[in-house]
């Protein structure tokens, strides 16, 4: 399994029970295929720049080992995800 960490940006206008609920469903996908190591909320913080109209994003930052497969799923489902303004998933160096 390889190391990876996740930074997911969700907009600031879904109540807390929609983000949550949004972010249950990514880290269920990584669950399912890996193990979360640590999971840091950040909160909202203010954008570099305006992503479609919003200035602030509210920030999740995971730390995970899973294989190739289960990271592609949690992309695809960020991709299709309306809940998220950005996101991005790196491999980490051992």
């Known amino acids: 399994m390889r190391k990876y ?3 997911f940006v969700f907009r600031t206008d879904l109540t807390e029970e929609e983000r949550k609920e949004s972010f249950a469903r990514l880290t269920g996908v990584i669950e399912n295929g ?3 190591e640590k999971t840091d909320e ?7 720049y ?3 109209y919003y200035k602030e994003g509210y920030y999740y930052i995971v ?3 899973a294989e190739a497969e289960t990271e592609a799923e949690v992309k ?3 991709k299709i ?5 950005r996101y991005m998933i790196v491999r980490v160096d051992e």
């Not at 950040?42 to 570099?48: E, F, I, N, S």
């Open 34 to 36: 890996g193990k979360i």
């Open 5 to 7: 960490e996740g930074v």
């Open 81 to 85: 995800s309306d809940t998220l303004l």
């Open 63 to 65: 730390n995970f080992e």
């Open 50 to 52: 305006e992503i479609n």
């Open 76 to 78: 695809r489902i960020a």
């Open 42 to 48: 950040w909160g909202q913080r203010k954008l570099a």
